[in-house]
């Protein structure tokens, strides 16, 4: 089972990668758009961390949905409503939860992606963290259903992610800010896609001793 | 990276603290969440008028903020939509019971914190309308993508929009005027130089000394293609055709004409693109009613340029030389 | 060099022919000799004020001619004083019988050359006075040298005397008023980068990525020294300091304060530095009556900034609120 | 004796060797002064040979009067006004003359000066173009009073002016747009006294020739 402990240092775990790779990003959105994703995201998880004691004692549900408020509430930009989103719905279908299974896990993250898509429009192959989140979901679905552990359905969803990540390479934008770009947007790797891939690298790092369950 | 800042991080913020000491008698400036309201407001029976976006466009839209323009501003992080309690928050301070317009610049971060914003307000009984402006012409328009940005006409439309609300027409009536000047108006601007956002420390882009990018949103975002730097002339013809093709602005029609520097361009280069804007729409048949040169709507010290042009009518006209009392714009009052 | 020109050596007269275009209703340009005059000059019984001075200072002269300011300007080569026969004619042109203001920068070659066209007008019979604005604090004082320029003091005294003459206030009346705001105003500047001067084609001087020049003027020059970058509000201290302590201004002073904006620095970075200009003047006991920020007299696009500090008794704060309508200032009309 | 011709090929000397000479002035103004020197000193040659045709059959003093007023009317800058009043002066003293002794032509220069210094009221020692017309007028009558030929004098002048002109390199400037530098003016040569050596230099090229008189 994934406890509320596990769910806090998965975000712990982003929040420091995004830190990380903030200059990654914003490099990659400089390209294609307006270069702020890492300043973006970095800004918004450390005001998730800061908030993190306001949930203590409280379940996943909560925690997540603080995570999706606090990232609408200081984000901006096409980020943080998607990613909001994204966790809100995530926390919303797990409510009250203490520990999740891997199936109730992946429950929330499909949730939060039907989130992303029906906020921002975007499908697969128009450029965005869509892109990402999208096979990372699928992959980790057929893992969990041909009975993998969960440590190694989310090795796959993080690989599902990576590969979707680099797909974005090649495609034309056709939604968010690259889309302005037209044929230019074509050989840059979307900057949200990759965001997007990182946070299921920090899951499959942080959940890597979940192999029984 | 040269600028005349402390921290990056402080940049929004104390700008704000500038705007509240330097326009006491315009604007209130309120922080966390930060939105800039007009010192007056809310005004009882007028729809308010709710405007917002990334910082780093200054004069829009803090300094659009007064008497016959917007009740409320709020500003995000430079080049980075604001957050929905901010235009939440906003909404309630602007609200005097008629109903509030969002003019929303079409970029998916503007849309979608301004739609959760009205989802909220409409949550507490708040009457919102929202209207999405998209004129750059150099964006192709499409149903399947993001569409085109919303860049010059948004400075027009919170003129016109301002002054129709402060006659006290309904927020329907607002909202369908905000429609039609976003239908008939039209934008296309150029770069000289990159920008550099202050988080980042260095420019978004590289253009190397005799090259120039055509068709660049408000972002320091590269344009839709780059070439080889072309005369003043060659220029303006290269921004305004697109944009009187596209509406199309034809003979007989008279406009509203804007020539908008991205920040960095002196206002003398400004009027050498004017004079030649002025020519092409003569030999077009189009009349020039009233004009704008200056930085309205930019993108921090970028060199470079836009046109915008607003087909007219005497509506329009008449609510363009109402009187309009902003840092950014004033006539009349 | 990066420009949204067509040739150097047409930049100022197509320049004025994009004024020309651009304001019908407020001006009128007369070209060979340029001069920038007021559509409705001469105006019968009303003291005529000209200025005048190299062109990249824009707004600024020609951007304050109109109703309640300049009855005419004179716009030079780029950072070059115009000739006299220029002023000469825009003197004739403006002069409504009740004589006519020089205002003067002091330049060497302002001052001559403005010297050279009063003594012409004077010998048609036209009464002429002028005022020599010189209040950068930066440059030293002394009758055995050619003195302070003249900047940001040139833009307050234009307004405040172009009431004063809209008033139907006498020459002699106005001349006074002019020596007394110049009395009373002090400014210093800094720059971020050097400017482009068109017909040279390079930057007038080389500043390293982490230098600054402290006390430059408004014509691309060096300051009086270079040091490394500091903060928004280390350098707005090292600016408004010796203007403060200069006149003395001192507690219990009402002033105009301008924050002005060099040509190439987004309004962002002004209003951050106004912030801190705002916290100088109130931690001096200095109550800021009213306030400029943005590009009001710049050099190209050079990026950097300059604080002018006005001392102001309620004649000028009257003459200050009064309406204004010119394409660079406007308010009340 | 020196004739119209003489002046008019000094005047079209002159104006060739400040157009080669254009950036190099423009180069020693952007040090201490504004950048523009050079631009100035061509655009008011050019249009004083422009109007050249206009003075076809007058006299020296109504050329060198043509040429204060024409500078006056075009140059602006200080450059302007002071050359400007140089030639005006000097062709007032040689009003209504086909053509000059030496000492004419001395006195005609001498004119100049002084109404350079009453207009500028600069002295000697400040850094402007005082400090090479000065020795070079001072230079010139030495040598005509001590019998010299025109020509042998002309060259001492000429040699003079650029001695003044190299002396301007380490004072402070007092006067003109370089004193607002103070102490960074130090290290720097005028461009105002460049292109004044620069016209004795074309003198004494010009009237080489001029050796028995
Ligand atoms: N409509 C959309 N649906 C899904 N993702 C989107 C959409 N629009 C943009 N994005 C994602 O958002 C990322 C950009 O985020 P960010 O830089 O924070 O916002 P902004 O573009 O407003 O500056 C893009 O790289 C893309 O992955
Ligand atoms: N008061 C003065 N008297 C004599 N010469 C002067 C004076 N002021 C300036 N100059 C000369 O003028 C030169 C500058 O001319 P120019 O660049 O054409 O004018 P500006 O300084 O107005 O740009 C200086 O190098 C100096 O030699
Ligand atoms: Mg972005
Ligand atoms: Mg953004
Ligand atoms: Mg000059
Ligand atoms: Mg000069």
Redesign the pocket.
Known sequence: MITRDDIISWLQCYRQVVGENKDYLTQL?AAI??A??GA??DRGFAAVLEKMPTVAAKDIGAILKMTGMTLVAT?G????P?YGTFFMRAGATVDGKMELSPLEFLAALEAGLAG?QQR???TTGEK???DALTPACQALRRALEAGQPLSAALQQAAQAAEEGMKATIPMLAT????SYLGERSIGHQ????TSSYLLFRCAADCFANKNKE | MKKLINKPEDVVVEELQGIAAAHPDLVRVHFNPNYIVRADAPIQGKVGIVSGGGSGHEPMHGGYVGMGMLDAACPGAV???PTPDQMFEATKAVNGGAGVLHIVKN???DVLNFEMAAELAQAEGIEVASVIIDDDVAVQDSLYT?GRRGVGTTVLAEKICGAAAEQGRSLQEVADLCRKVNGWGRSMGMALTSCTVPHVGKPTFDLPEDQMEIGIGIHGEPGRTRMPLKTADEITEMLALPVINDLPFKAGDTVIAMVNGMGGTPLIELYIVYRKLAEICKAHGITIARSLVGNYITSLEMAGCSITLLKADDDIIKLWDAPVKTAGLRWGA
Chains 1, 4 share one sequence.
């Open positions: 959105d758009g307006d702020d994703h973006n995201m984000v930009g096409a980020g943080g998607l992303v921002g429009k975007a965005t963290m869509v939604k968010g800010r690259a979307d900057p949200g896609a | 080049f980075t939509s970029y998916t971060g993001a």
